[in-house]
C-alpha cells in the first residue's frame, strides 16, 4: 500500500472506520492490522478527510482566525477596563481577536512586536496614571524608552474629567509618545469627559473604520452571543430604599460623616456585591441651589430644553439633569465667558450675567453624574443592605457657603423611606484574598475605613483565622472615632488583633497614620515577610504619598535593603495582589 493508491485508501479507511468505529476525528489504534508506516499514512488521511468534512458542514473552508489585537487599559474606578472588555467583544465583529490587560502588564520593549494596539487609559490624581499604569506609564516617557516600528499601528482614548487643569494628561502623553517613538498613529486619539458614552462609540467606530484597521482585519466573527448584564447599572440604576442616616462624628467635629444605610430588597441578584466594591449613587441637585440659578438668568424654570435624554422642563433638568457645580471649558465656550478665578462653579459665571436662555444655558453645563462610594458592609453581615461612610463636603468660597451635591443629599436631603437610584461597580483589584489565613495590614484614616469596616465584618462572618491590623485616625479621638464601638468589639472578641490609632489634634506633635506605620516599623516589616496584605483606601495626593514612602522607608530599613530592592519588593507585592489601593 502506497501513497499512489488513494481511492483505495480512501474506501479502506471509510470502511475501517465503520468496521471499527473510528470517526474522522480519531486515529487508528495500534492493534489495527497495518505497520506502522501505513498506520502513520492512514492518520494523516483520516486527519484530512476530517477536515474536508467539517469544511463541507459550515458551507466552506474552515473560518480564518481574527487579526491579533491588543488592548490595554489603565483603570482606577474599573471605567477603563469595562470599556476595554467591551471593545474585544465589539472587536470580534470586526475581524479582530483581542487580549485584555492592565498597562503594567506588559513590558513596553514588547510593543515592537505587536501590530494593533488599542489603548483606554484614565488620567488620575493630578495628571497621573492609574495604578495599574505607573510601570508602563515610566517606562515610556523614560529617555531610554526603544524605538517602536511603523508596524505598530495604534489609537488611544483617554477618560478624564474637563474641570481639571491636567485633563486626560495619562492618555495625551501616552498618544504623543507612541508617535514620537515611531508608532504609526491609526486614529486620533480622543480625550473623554466624564460622561464618556458617545465619545468611545464615536472613537471606537473611527479607528476601526481607519485604513491600518480595515485593510487588516481577518474574517469578522458574529457577535457573541447575548448574555444577560446586569439588569441595574450605571444608565438603568436600581431605586433603593433609605432605611438609616446616622451620624457618626460628633457635633464637636470639624466634619460631618455619616453612616448611609439603603434596602437593595427587590434588587435579586443583579445588586450582589462582594467587600470592596464601590455603589454608584445618582443623587439630586439642591432645590436652593437650582433656584439660585434661575434667579440669576431670569428664568422660570417652566421653559423647555433639549437634552441628550430628550426634552424637559429646565426646573426639572436642573434639579436631576445637569450639574450645577462644574465649570469645564464648554461652559466657557458655549456661555462666551471667562474665569475670574480657578474655583468658580456655574453660579459664580451666571451671577456675572452673561445673558442666556434656557437651552444656551443647558448647553453649557455637563451631564450630573453618579458618585461612587467605597461599600462599608459585608453582604454576610447584612443582607439585603448596603452600608456607605460618606463624610458630607462643605466649605466656603467668595463670601458663600457652597456644599458637595451626593454627601448632602445622602446626609440632609434624602428622609428615611426615601428612594435613589443606585448600582453597584464591581472592583477587580480591591478584594481581600480568598485564604483566609493572609495576615491584612489596612490603612484607612477619616472616611477611608468604609472598605475595612466590610473587611472586618466579612472576615468575621467567615470565621477566618488570618491576623487583622488597622491603622485608623483623624483630628480628635472624642469626636471622630468612627465605628468606635465596633472597633473596640473587635479588639476585644480577637477580629482585630492589632489597632493603631492616630489622632493629629489630639497633641502638640501632629500624629498620622503614617507615624505610627513608621513607629511599628519593625513589626510592620515582619507582618509583610509573614505574607500580609496592605490595602490603603483615602486621599491619593497626600496620605496614599506619604504612606506609600513610609512602607519603603520599613522595607529598606527593617530589611536591609537598596533603593533598587525595596523597589523589587514593592513591585512583587503589587504583582502578587498584596498591595492594593483605594484612592481617590
Not at 491603622?471 to 468589639?489: N, P, T, V
Not at 493629629?504 to 515582619?526: C, P
Request: proline share 4%.
Amino acid at each position: 500500500m502506497t501513497a499512489q493508491d488513494p481511492k483505495i485508501l480512501e474506501n479502506l479507511a471509510t470502511a475501517i472506520g465503520q468496521t471499527h468505529g473510528i470517526t474522522p476525528a480519531t486515529f487508528i489504534p495500534e492493534d489495527a492490522p497495518f505497520d506502522e508506516a501505513q498506520r502513520h499514512w492512514l492518520n494523516g488521511l483520516l486527519s484530512g478527510l476530517h477536515a474536508i468534512a467539517s469544511a463541507s458542514a459550515s458551507g466552506g473552508p474552515a473560518a480564518e482566525t481574527g487579526t491579533a489585537l491588543t488592548i490595554l487599559y489603565g483603570s482606577q474606578s474599573g471605567n477603563s477596563e469595562v470599556l476595554s472588555k467591551a471593545l474585544r467583544k465589539f472587536a470580534k465583529t470586526q475581524g479582530f481577536d483581542a487580549t485584555v490587560t492592565a498597562l503594567d502588564d506588559l513590558q513596553v520593549s514588547d510593543l515592537s512586536a505587536i501590530n494593533h494596539l488599542l489603548i483606554v487609559a484614565a488620567t488620575f490624581g493630578v495628571g497621573e496614571p492609574t495604578d495599574n499604569a505607573v510601570k508602563f506609564y515610566a517606562a515610556l516617557m523614560d529617555e531610554a524608552a526603544p524605538e517602536l516600528p511603523a508596524t505598530l499601528n495604534f489609537s488611544v482614548l483617554g477618560l478624564g474629567d474637563s474641570s481639571y487643569a491636567d485633563f486626560n494628561q495619562t492618555a495625551r502623553d501616552i498618544d504623543r509618545r507612541l508617535g514620537e517613538l515611531g508608532a504609526t498613529r491609526a486614529a486620533d486619539a480622543v480625550f473623554c469627559d466624564v460622561d464618556f458614552e458617545d465619545d468611545f462609540a464615536a472613537w471606537r467606530d473611527a479607528t476601526f473604520a481607519s485604513t491600518p484597521f480595515k485593510s487588516a482585519a481577518g474574517a469578522a466573527s458574529a457577535p457573541e452571543p447575548t448574555t444577560a448584564g446586569p439588569a441595574f447599572d450605571k444608565t438603568h440604576p436600581f431605586m433603593a430604599t433609605l432605611i438609616a442616616s446616622d451620624r457618626l462624628s460628633g457635633a464637636a467635629s470639624a466634619k460631618c460623616v455619616n453612616h448611609i444605610e439603603l434596602s437593595l430588597a427587590g434588587g435579586g441578584e443583579d445588586l450582589d456585591y462582594a467587600v470592596g466594591d464601590a455603589l454608584g449613587v445618582w443623587p439630586m441637585n439642591c432645590p436652593r441651589e437650582v433656584q439660585q440659578v434661575l434667579d440669576a438668568t431670569g428664568l422660570s424654570g417652566k421653559e423647555t430644553v433639549t437634552l441628550k435624554t430628550g426634552p424637559a422642563p429646565l426646573r426639572a433638568a436642573l434639579l436631576t439633569r445637569l450639574d450645577l457645580q462644574t465649570v469645564t471649558p464648554k461652559t466657557l465656550e458655549a456661555w462666551g465667558v471667562e474665569k475670574k478665578a480657578d474655583d468658580d462653579h456655574i453660579i459664580d459665571l451666571l451671577q456675572a450675567g452673561p445673558g442666556l436662555d434656557a437651552q444656551a444655558l443647558a448647553d453649557g453645563m455637563r451631564a450630573l453624574q453618579p458618585r461612587l462610594y467605597s461599600i462599608s458592609s459585608s453582604p454576610k453581615a447584612h443582607p439585603g443592605e448596603v452600608h456607605l461612610t460618606v463624610g458630607e463636603v462643605r466649605y466656603a468660597m467668595h463670601d458663600s457657603d457652597r456644599k458637595g451635591v451626593a454627601s448632602t443629599y445622602l446626609g440632609e436631603r434624602l428622609a428615611v423611606g426615601g428612594s435613589l437610584g443606585v448600582y453597584v461597580q464591581k472592583s477587580a483589584h480591591f478584594h481581600i484574598p480568598e485564604d483566609d489565613s493572609v495576615p491584612l495590614i489596612m490603612i484607612g484614616p477619616g472616611t477611608g475605613i468604609a472598605p475595612f469596616r466590610a473587611f472586618l465584618e466579612e472576615r468575621e462572618a467567615r470565621g477566618a483565622d488570618g491576623r487583622n491590623w488597622l491603622f485608623f485616625g483623624d483630628q480628635h479621638e472624642a469626636c471622630d472615632y468612627l465605628y468606635r464601638e465596633q472597633i473596640e468589639g473587635w479588639i476585644e472578641n480577637g477580629v482585630l488583633d492589632k489597632a493603631s490609632l492616630a489622632w493629629s489634634r489630639d497633641t502638640a506633635d501632629k500624629v498620622y497614620v503614617q507615624t505610627l506605620l513608621k513607629q511599628d516599623g519593625k513589626a510592620v516589616f515582619e507582618w509583610l515577610e509573614s505574607g500580609a496584605a496592605v490595602y490603603i483606601c483615602g486621599d491619593a495626593s497626600r496620605m496614599a504619598t506619604d504612606v506609600d514612602r513610609t512602607l519603603r522607608e520599613i522595607i529598606a530599613e527593617h530589611g536591609g535593603k537598596t533603593d533598587v530592592e525595596v523597589a523589587a519588593y514593592m513591585d512583587q507585592l503589587t504583582a502578587t495582589h498584596r498591595y492594593q489601593r483605594d484612592v481617590y
